[in-house]
């Protein structure tokens, strides 16, 4: 039977409503109809991949000694599995309930997981993606610890009661057999001992059970006997208690900074009591107080003098001295410092078996924010190389980049040079957490994601085959003088807090050209080489973008313009013969305002550059009258042309950095021609203003300063400055999600606090021509739009001044996108040219023509001509992307010129400049044979070039509006894919606009989402879900299909360790380790069955009966046919075998028989 697929009927829907919704010019000739479009809805499937990076917040840890599995949990109920390089695996508890503790089944393949609403859950880890297997939610007592002796089957589970209850983990149902507190303690004990704190059997004894409660309290239980065998005393709580492996002794740790050893058979006082980081009086007397030891782990050696392994302890007069791990060897003690606080530590063995030499080999320490393994076994205690990717978060994520199916000689080339950065320094054994093994993935292509930082920093990694490892680590900050201390900052600065911090990035993987902007209005060209080289002045070019006009001043109404020129105020070649520390147009007098100053000093001394990306040119924004230059909000480099282009609020400037000369500064109103059907009013003439300090003006004196220099404007996204509608929507949006934000982070906290000082420095009052007209109502007050860079708070910024109008937002037309192609500039145009698209914040796609001189030394000597021509399309909301099609409907990318080594000899340049790839034809036959693509914040227009005739229209959304759109290559086409501020993740066929894909993924609930999302070619796409961590997604069907053989395997058969022999006289004399039935002793059969009401099993969707309620279309028949096989099978073989009985049966009458018949045969009948 033909099975009905749904998404086909859809399609044909969909196809009939968009071209319903588009329109032809008429008389003209549809070209889109020749064009077969391949892309169906079948080719689309949404799902999470693969997440990388440190885990958010983490709170517990567990390690399978055998299996070489690390597992941590965390605050939001997340768990995180790693093995070998390259093998990682994230799953998450429904709840969302932060994980207390974690248990491995050891060389089981399971993991037993406690969360803090009171319930437990058994994980499967012999399948690619993790699954729960059952559950357990207890309803009246709450969780406190957990203990899973090793090869056992019951779960220990103490409570904050005081109590302990025994848990199955086969069938995950509870035992009658309970340790009740007021039997554990004296019945002389009047108050409570408070919760459980530690369970842990004795080594050499399984049926000894040691409790350890919170108030100072350890018993000795008897699990056979069922009562207390030894009670011992403390005055200090205790925090954790750990075996000598003989079990004839153990160590408590005390919250004053005491180790107390006790020996088992002397409950009466504790055989030595240590401070180790406690003052010891010289009078005999008790050592100070220290801080609580939270942690210790006692491990014997065969050879030497045991470990002991703490953290915390350290004395109170240690103020803000970092944390700190603490080990213990024979008479030495060193103390380990940590980068972060100690969330838990774990101590890493050669033998699973707690009653042998424990031989520790390693320590694994997780923190805060890092995961970092100590090498016990060589001297001063060197770390690993830590092998995956966790340093995502080294300083916090500002933008992010993901290309897909890149050249494949990039990666080696970037990992040549990375490699030359590594620290010194580190263990020379092999990581030992080295289980699991990779996926067998089909996936060849090169993948590189780019992440831009708060401190400067550019990170390149290597994410191909769904994995990730940093290939190469550029710091922008080292092209800058850096102050030393906050006396020593200029006061042209105009971030008090990570001035450096990367805004925008725009990166040529063929050429190798990378342009970053950062949040201090400069903009950094990178040139990539492989020699090192000493750059004796860093080549400097200052812009002064200012978009004012007087009152008689109007745009251009000119006709075609004639290549611009650079406006006074900006540098035409770089500063060379003077130190840009001193900029000779620049005024910075405590009298004036400030005036030609850029924010940051390039650095004046010789710079030395490192093979890898080395600096090129330098582009700085100037102060103009007072007021700091506004932040780039989009960037975009042609290497074939040699060009950079940027633009902000004020209008766009176009560098040759070849020449390093300013081509063109123009605001975004002088882009449009006499003939724009969308005229824009230009800006009122400038007031007198006030000191950049001074308070800003208001007809409302109960709002702060704050609040009076916010703009309704100021939210942004990636660099760009949203339109008036969808700032709009954040603000009405930034209601919902700031009423249910959760509590800011540090780093969130402090980048907000940076944004607001910013605003409380620069906010200036601007009045214009019709705010003075409508002064005669009620004063205006005018508020310059304050950079809230790249905002890491739940809520979006927005204005509280009922004062503040619309008329501003209009005026502030900010520059959103670029887009370089060889085109037609002009309807009346046959032949294409290099063009550059530009579109605005308002929605307006406006075309530059470019005349570049013949290559070679023509191409340095002679300037590049521009001339804007005018707007060639409108569409509602910012403009988000551009692109170009052939006739054909193959996406046309920007030219670009083949990567050669600037600092290699001539002979080198010349044989890579040769394989340089042939360019456009100049002149392509047909009335219309381009389409440019074009996508915005509310919908999709597909224009055919060169008459500019609207084929295609779609509306992506109403109610919404788009935060990033991409046009993208997929299974050998193109489509364009959008992320929507609802959360819907969506795909438009090209050119017809027919939508592929529309899922509901994930709602924007946090600004780093917006900020980061980005989609690649091939179906990929990624976001920074947390602060330290980054999910990648895929929207392709064939990706979906082929994840589980992509993804790696936790789970090896491994055969566990033989047990340590007891030796003859041990065994003869019953002194080795005393096994214990525990199925005869927490069976229901001698336990009974637990009360129904203490907890509720759970069946995951992992075990048999989720199986079971799971089980639907083809794998679930499958799944059927196979249980159906092995029934049909089984009874065949109980067939066979009452066969083989019947035969057998047979065989045994025949031979009665025959000895009956032998018996008579001679006998008569009356004989018998």
């Known amino acids: 039977m033909k099975k009905f697929n749904i998404r086909k009927v859809l399609d044909g829907l969909t196809a009939a409503s968009s071209s319903s919704s588009a329109t032809a010019q008429p008389g003209t000739p549809r070209e889109t109809d020749v064009i077969q479009e391949t892309l169906q809805s079948e080719h689309f499937q949404l799902c999470k991949t693969v997440r990388h990076g440190f885990p958010h917040h983490p709170s517990s840890m567990a390690f399978d ?34 994980v207390i503790q974690l248990q491995f089944l050891i060389n089981e393949g399971a993991l037993v997981s406690a969360l803090a609403d009171d319930s437990i859950h058994l994980w499967n880890l012999r399948q690619k993606i993790p699954a729960i297997l059952h559950s357990l939610k207890f309803s009246r007592e709450r969780i406190t610890y957990c203990h899973l002796p090793f090869q056992s089957k019951w779960l220990y589970v103490g409570t904050e009661r005081g109590n302990i209850h025994i848990v ?101 006082k504790a055989t030595q009591i240590i401070t180790p980081h406690g003052k010891q009086p010289k009078d005999g007397k008790k050592p100070e107080p220290c801080k609580p030891i939270l942690k210790v782990e006692y491990k014997t050696t065969r050879a030497g003098d045991p470990f002991m392994v703490l953290s915390g302890g350290l004395s109170y007069d240690t103020v803000g001295r970092r944390a700190c791990l603490t080990v213990m060897h024979g008479k030495s003690t060193t103390v380990l410092e940590m980068d972060y606080p100690i969330v838990d530590f774990l101590t890493l063995c050669e033998t699973p078996y707690p009653n042998d030499f424990q031989e520790p080999y390693a320590v694994v320490v997780l923190l805060e924010k890092d995961l970092v393994v100590i090498d016990l076994g060589q001297i001063g205690y060197p770390i690993f190389e830590n092998p995956y990717p966790l340093t995502i978060h080294e300083s916090p994520v500002t933008c992010c980049e993901y290309f897909a199916d890149c050249p494949d000689e990039i990666i080696p080339a970037l990992y040549s040079v990375g490699s030359r950065q590594k620290r010194q320094g580190y263990s020379k054994k092999e990581w030992p957490i080295s289980g699991g093994n990779w996926g067998q993935g089909t996936q060849s292509y090169p993948e590189i994601i780019i992440t831009g930082h708060a401190d400067g920093t550019i990170k390149f990694w290597d994410a191909s085959a769904l994995m990730l490892q940093v290939l190469y680590k550029l710091k922008t900050a080292k092209v800058f003088e850096r102050a030393r201390g906050k006396e020593d900052k200029s006061s042209t600065e105009i971030v008090e807090e990570d001035p450096f911090a990367i805004q925008t990035m725009s990166w040529c993987p063929e050429s190798r050209m990378l342009c970053v902007a950062g949040v201090s209005a400069h903009v950094i060209i990178y040139r990539f080489s492989k020699q090192e080289v000493t750059t004796e002045v860093v080549q400097l070019l200052e812009v002064r973008m200012q978009c004012e006009f007087s009152n008689g001043d109007s745009p251009d109404t000119g006709g075609e313009k004639t290549p611009t020129l650079p406006t006074p105020g900006a540098s035409s070649s770089p500063q060379e013969s003077e130190p840009p520390t001193q900029p000779s147009t620049g005024s910075n007098s405590t009298d004036g305002p400030r005036d030609n100053i850029p924010c940051l000093q390039v650095r004046s001394s010789p710079l030395k550059q490192s093979p890898g990306y080395q600096v090129e040119l330098v582009i700085q924004l100037v102060w103009v009258s007072g007021e700091p230059p506004q932040p780039i909000t989009s960037l975009a480099i042609n290497s074939s042309y040699g060009l950079v282009v940027f633009g902000n609020t004020n209008g766009l400037a176009v560098v040759d950095y070849l020449q390093k000369t300013l081509l063109l500064n123009m605001g975004t109103t002088e882009l449009c021609s006499p003939s724009d059907p969308y005229p824009r009013q230009p800006r009122s003439p400038r007031k007198p203003r006030q000191p950049s300090g001074a308070p800003c003006d208001t007809n409302d004196g109960s709002n702060t300063s704050e609040d009076r220099c916010k703009s309704p404007t100021s939210v942004k996204f990636k660099s760009r400055r949203f339109s008036k509608t969808v700032a709009n929507d954040f603000a009405k949006m930034s209601r919902r999600i700031s009423s249910s934000s959760e509590q800011k982070t540090d780093v969130e906290k402090r980048f907000q606090r940076r944004c607001v000082t910013f605003k409380k420095r620069f906010c200036c009052v601007k009045e214009d021509k019709a705010a003075a007209r409508m002064s005669k109502n009620g004063p205006i007050s005018r ?12 809520s979006f910024t927005r204005s509280r001044s009922s004062s503040v109008t619309s008329i501003d937002r209009e005026s502030r037309e900010a520059i959103s996108s670029f887009h370089f192609c060889e085109s037609f500039p002009r309807k009346v145009d046959s032949l294409v040219s290099p063009c550059l698209l530009v579109g605005t914040t308002q929605g307006s796609v406006m075309m530059v023509a470019l005349s570049l001189p013949p290559g070679g030394d023509q191409r340095l000597q002679q300037p590049v001509g521009i001339s804007s021509c005018g707007t060639m399309v409108r569409l509602k909301g910012g403009i988000l992307t551009m692109a170009l099609l052939d006739a054909t409907g193959t996406l046309l990318p920007p030219s670009y010129e083949p990567w050669y080594d600037s600092n290699a000899s001539e002979e080198e340049k010349e044989k890579s400049r040769k394989r340089r790839p042939a360019s456009p034809p100049s002149s392509q036959d047909g009335q219309d044979s381009q389409f440019a693509v074009l996508c915005s914040e509310k919908q999709a227009k597909v224009v055919a070039m060169p008459s500019q005739t609207r084929i295609y229209k779609h509306s992506i959304t109403e109610s919404s509006f788009v935060l990033r759109a991409d046009v993208v290559q997929m299974s050998g086409a193109n489509c364009i894919t959008c992320f929507c501020a609802n959360g819907h993740i969506m795909a438009l066929s090209l050119p017809s606009l027919r939508p592929l894909l529309d899922v509901n993924y994930l709602p924007l609930t946090d600004m780093r989402i917006a900020r980061t999302f980005c989609f690649s070619n091939v179906g990929q796409a990624l976001y920074l879900t947390s602060p330290t961590e980054i999910q990648r997604i895929t929207y392709s069907q ?131």
């Open 1038 to 1168: 064939e990706t979906c299909d082929n994840l589980q053989e992509m993804l790696s395997e936790l789970f090896t058969p491994v055969e566990t360790p033989e047990a340590p022999n007891r030796g003859f006289f041990k065994g003869l004399f019953g002194g080795g380790a005393q096994s214990l039935d525990r199925e005869d002793l927490f069976g229901e059969t001698a336990a009974g069955k637990a009360s129904r009401s203490l907890a509720q099993h759970i069946p995951g969707p992992g075990s048999m009966e989720g199986m079971k309620g799971a089980a639907s279309g083809v794998v679930g028949d499958l799944a059927r046919a196979r249980i159906a096989l092995d029934e049909r099978g089984q009874k065949l073989g109980e067939l066979e075998e009452r066969t083989a009985a019947m035969m057998a049966s047979a065989d045994s009458f025949s031979k009665h028989a025959h000895d009956m018949m032998l018996k008579y045969k001679d006998k008569k009948w009356y004989q018998l």
């Open 65 to 98: 000694p055998v299996q070489k599995i690390l597992a941590v949990g965390t605050q939001t109920g997340a768990l995180r599995l790693f093995g070998r390089a390259g093998v990682e695996c994230y799953c998450q508890h429904e709840s969302g309930a932060a």
């Open 783 to 794: 508020t310059k739009s304050a950079p809230n860079f790249y905002a890491k708070d739940n």
């Open 168 to 268: 199955n983990v086969e069938s995950f149902t509870l035992s009658g057999y309970v340790i009740m507190w007021n039997k554990a303690i004296e019945l002389s004990t009047k108050t409570h001992p408070g919760p459980v704190v530690h369970i842990s059997d004795n080594p050499m004894d399984e049926g000894k059970l040691l409790i350890g409660f919170e108030c100072g309290v350890v018993v000795l239980w008897d699990l056979k006997c069922k009562k207390a065998d030894y009670r011992y005393s403390y005055d200090e709580a205790i925090h954790s208690v750990a075996w000598h492996h003989e079990g004839k002794q153990f160590v408590c740790s005390h919250s004053d900074g005491t180790l107390t050893t006790w020996n088992v058979r002397v409950p009466a």
